[in-house]
């Protein structure tokens, strides 16, 4: 049973032409995250919601937005694609933000910038 | 500054062989310890978790131990097959209450072959 789900798992966009990324999940858990993952490289933190609270990482561009309309959807906004922007970005959910909390990922989607 | 390395960056072995990954990490004060598997192009799966009072933890063939005193921790894989093929990232985790962001290591690139 799919839990954490991305949509969609592959995404071509051009140079500079705004692109939206979905997850959605069915644990209902208060805590979404999105990452950003190059190749060989370990996921790199974007920001995250507790519930409708926005958290950023103090080093995410600003080219980089996020909504959370309810519990089960959060998605990524990417304003103006370069090519720097061409990864992985994978969507995670936990119960809460304690370190105790299991992180559960979805596929991913696997973002090409043309 | 918190850290997690993981070695050897990657590995080639034979079907049915065993092997056993390392990681090595500097995060402080310490909560848990997460091995997980991520298959090319999809999100990580998390194998076992252990805290800083747990020394072993298995997961079918897989074996995961931890050295809170060293910092260390190793995942050992028995009897490897083909599907076992994939990153394995090590993810460590700080205090157990309040917020704490994970700490990924790069991973290891397993690569099982018949």
């Known amino acids: 049973d799919a839990m954490v789900i991305q949509n969609p798992r592959y995404q071509v966009t051009q140079f500079g032409k705004p692109v939206t990324l979905s997850c959605s999940q069915t644990l209902n858990h208060n805590v979404m995250y999105w990452y950003q993952q190059k190749s060989s490289q370990a996921p790199k933190l974007l920001f995250h919601y507790y519930d409708k609270d926005f958290n950023n990482e103090a080093d995410t561009p600003d080219n980089f937005q996020s909504r959370r309309p309810n519990t089960s959807f959060c998605f990524l906004d990417i304003r103006s694609p370069g090519l720097g922007d061409a990864a992985m970005y994978l969507c995670?959910?936990?119960?809460?933000?304690?370190?105790?909390?299991?992180?559960?990922f979805g596929p991913g989607t696997r973002l090409t910038v043309t | 500054k918190n850290q997690v390395e993981q070695s050897p960056q990657s590995l080639i072995i034979l079907e049915g062989k065993n092997c056993t990954l390392q990681?090595?990490?500097?995060?402080?004060?310490?909560?848990?310890l997460r091995w997980y598997k991520q298959d090319t192009g999809r999100g990580p799966v998390s194998l076992t978790i252990?805290?800083?009072?747990?020394n072993t933890k298995s997961n079918g063939r897989y074996t995961a131990t931890l050295d809170a005193d060293t910092k260390q921790s190793s995942l050992h894989i028995t009897a490897s097959q083909l599907s076992d093929s994939a990153s394995y990232i090590c993810v460590v985790s700080g205090n157990s209450g309040g917020y704490q962001k994970v700490t990924f290591g790069t991973g290891t690139k397993l690569q099982v072959i018949p």
């Open positions: 995670a959910t936990s119960g809460g933000t304690s370190g105790s909390y299991e992180q559960y």
């Open positions: 252990m805290t800083f009072s747990e």
């Open positions: 990681c090595n990490y500097t995060v402080s004060p310490f909560s848990n």
